[in-house]
């Protein structure tokens, strides 16, 4: 049985930072690259970050030098450090597998930045 459950959003003034947390269940944390994807009211989802096992980062043009993701093997969890927010970044943030299954998306946490 997988699950992935996503932490840490919030609100947050514009210039703040975020730390978010995905806790994974089931095998899949050792054996697929993690992501992380975010949905904004009106849009598609779109991904954000990605990680290969190796540690290999990826990442969309619009958070490039301000988000970070990471990945801890012995927790089985994936974050990601969001700094300089700004309302653009305003979503609910998933995490998945990279590619992303269907069946694994969770609730997501929602991320509001506004002063």
């Known amino acids: 049985q997988v699950q992935l459950v996503e932490s840490g959003g919030g609100l947050v003034q514009p210039g703040g930072s975020l730390r978010l947390s995905c806790a994974a269940s089931g095998s899949i944390f050792n054996i697929y690259p993690m992501g992380w994807y975010r949905q904004a009211p009106g849009k598609q989802r779109e991904s954000v970050a990605s990680?290969?096992?190796?540690?290999?980062?990826n990442y969309a043009d619009s958070v490039k030098g301000r988000f970070t993701i990471s990945r801890d093997d012995a927790e089985s969890t994936v974050y990601l450090q969001m700094n300089s927010l700004i309302p653009d970044d305003t979503a609910v943030y998933y995490c998945?597998?990279?590619?992303?299954?269907?069946?694994?998306w969770g609730q997501g946490t929602q991320v509001t930045v506004s002063s």
């Open positions: 998945n597998t990279r590619p992303p299954f269907e069946a694994y």
């Open positions: 990680i290969t096992r190796s540690g290999r980062t």
